[in-house]
């Protein structure tokens, strides 16, 4: 493993603040949003459908752009971080690794994320590369950034349709976290578990499991994945128990 590129929202950055200020905006209890979000996560839907139902033929895009003329736009700061990104991140460098943030945000979320002064090399959002996930093209821009073949690149997300399937099948290799509404709901998914390398409860499991990678000599000799996903898991129906692949020392 050469290169780490983290998703974002709920694998770095709490999302609270983001659904509150949609909430806010559209004049509704914070709660309101949250529990649609949540009915659309587990149909395994887009989570701003949420905001399509309170306000239906909404666009999403264009509705945030009023936010920001209204200069109420994104907000982002330490505050969000979950607590083990700036020792993961560091401990991950320390391991030699190139080190990416790389997700679905807006130009304005990556200045602020920039801000934050990550232990990152690079830091760069959906909307500043004009693609977002889970577009393939997405990942063929992380492959121009990794400075690492695909197989040697790890991307690491809480969303299955949008970080790991379409991860794995551009030939990266693919991290899950159980952390945030999918990410807890999909986690114990089949197609998840069969589809992730790694399947992790904090970000701080992530350099164990890399340096035993490397001992084991498996980064350059992986065999593809078991399913190659383009789309939402195949059965929306409640998440079985968990099993997450051996490779997955701390879940
Ligand atoms: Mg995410």
């Known amino acids: 493993m050469e290169t780490i590129v983290f998703d974002i929202g709920e694998t770095l950055v709490r999302d609270d603040r983001l659904w509150a200020a949609w909430a806010d905006w559209l004049g509704v209890p914070p709660h309101t949003v949250s529990a649609l979000v949540g ?132 030939g990266l290799r693919a991290a899950h976290i159980r952390r945030g509404p999918y990410g807890h709901w999909w986690a114990d998914h089949p197609d998840v578990t069969r589809t992730a390398d790694w399947c992790v409860d904090a970000l701080t499991d992530l350099p164990a499991l890399i340096a035993a990678d490397r001992t084991a000599g498996q980064g350059d000799d992986r065999t593809g994945p078991d399913a190659v996903h383009d789309g939402t898991p195949a059965d929306t129906a409640d998440p079985p128990a968990h099993n997450c692949p051996p490779l997955a020392g701390s879940r």
Request: charged fraction near 25%; hydrophobic fraction near 45%; aromatic fraction near 6%.
């Open 39 to 170: 009915a659309a996560v587990t149909q395994g839907r887009d989570s701003a459908d949420a905001l399509r139902v309170l306000r239906p033929g909404m666009d999403v895009t264009e509705a945030y752009g009023a936010r920001v003329a209204a200069g109420r736009g994104d907000h982002l700061g330490e505050r969000d971080l979950y607590p083990d990104v700036r020792p993961a991140l560091a401990e991950l460098r320390a391991l030699g690794l190139r080190v990416i943030v790389a997700g679905n945000r807006s130009a304005r979320a990556g200045e602020l994320l920039r801000a934050l002064d990550l232990p990152a090399d690079l830091v760069v959002t959906s909307e500043e590369w004009g693609v977002a996930k889970p577009d393939h093209a997405f990942f063929e821009r992380v492959l121009d950034v990794a400075g690492a073949p695909a197989h040697a690149t790890l991307y690491v997300g809480d969303h299955p349709a949008d970080d790991l399937f379409p991860a794995r099948s551009c």
